[in-house]
T-cell receptor, first 114, second 115 residues
Framework: AQKVTQAQTEISVVEKEDVTLDCVYE???????LFWYKQPPSGELVFLIR??????QNEISGRYSWNFQKSTSSFNFTITASQVVDSAVYFC???????????FGTGTRLQVFP | DTAVSQTPKYLVTQMGNDKSIKCEQN?????MYWYKQDSKKFLKIMFS???????INETVPNRFSPKSPDKAHLNLHINSLELGDSAVYFC??????????????FGPGTRLLVL
């Protein structure tokens, strides 16, 4: 069965701190996709990254970086030098090939204080 | 320029009423979805349509009926609204192929409040 666990319900940091959001997934499939979405206070869901199970390379995009480790079934997200605008709920999601749907984690609320 | 749009953005209605939410995408995608986000922010798939054909129906009550007049539109009609239907409903779209799952892009959400 597919499952995504985001154990951190809420994280609070002060601006310029680095923060890592954890995501652990379960799947029986060998081909699957992992995603991160951001939901700011305005409510929309913003796509951040998509990764397939065959690509374990870490990715960096500006202050954002992602660490994918199949050995621990984790896909963690790090924000470097956090800013107030990073305050949002972040969702990790999983989809198996052919399943055509996203299974979301419960989200982590990040609050960045000035 | 909006990729996935939904109307209305807010919907307040009485129990027992029937209401519809509309979704349109201009990304040229062939697959569209409805997700429900409850008060605890939990997101769950409800339906997906591929080229106007229903693909996923995740044990949603019969009071919910999606309709796809063409592959750019997916509407959600809800009959006999109940208090528990209060939630945010998100439409999404993606291009699906046999070899991969492409990214799903979401609309802004419709906040439904049933009184």
């Amino acid at each position: 069965a597919q499952k995504v666990t985001q154990a951190q319900t809420e994280i609070s940091v002060v601006e310029k701190e680095d923060v890592t959001l954890d995501c652990v997934y379960e799947t029986r499939d060998t081909t699957y996709y992992l995603f991160w979405y951001k939901q700011p206070p305005s409510g929309e869901l913003v796509f951040l990254i998509r990764r397939n199970s065959f690509d374990e390379q870490n990715e960096i995009s500006g202050r954002y970086s992602w660490n994918f480790q199949k050995s621990t079934s984790s896909f963690n997200f790090t924000i470097t030098a956090s800013q107030v605008v990073d305050s949002a709920v972040y969702f990790c999601a999983l989809s198996e090939r052919g399943a055509d749907k996203l299974i979301f984690g419960t989200g982590t609320r990040l609050q960045v204080f000035p | 320029d909006t990729a996935v749009s939904q109307t209305p953005k807010y919907l307040v209605t009485q129990m027992g009423n029937d209401k519809s939410i509309k979704c349109e995408q201009n990304l040229g995608h062939d697959t569209m979805y409805w997700y429900k986000q409850d008060s605890k922010k939990f997101l769950k798939i409800m339906f997906s349509y591929n080229n106007k054909e229903l693909i996923i129906n995740e044990t949603v009550p019969n009071r919910f009926s999606p309709k796809s007049p063409d592959k750019a539109h997916l509407n959600l009609h809800i009959n006999s609204l109940e208090l528990g239907d209060s939630a945010v409903y998100f439409c999404a779209s993606s291009q699906v192929s046999r070899s991969s799952l492409e990214t799903q892009y979401f609309g802004p959400g419709t906040r439904l409040l049933v009184l």
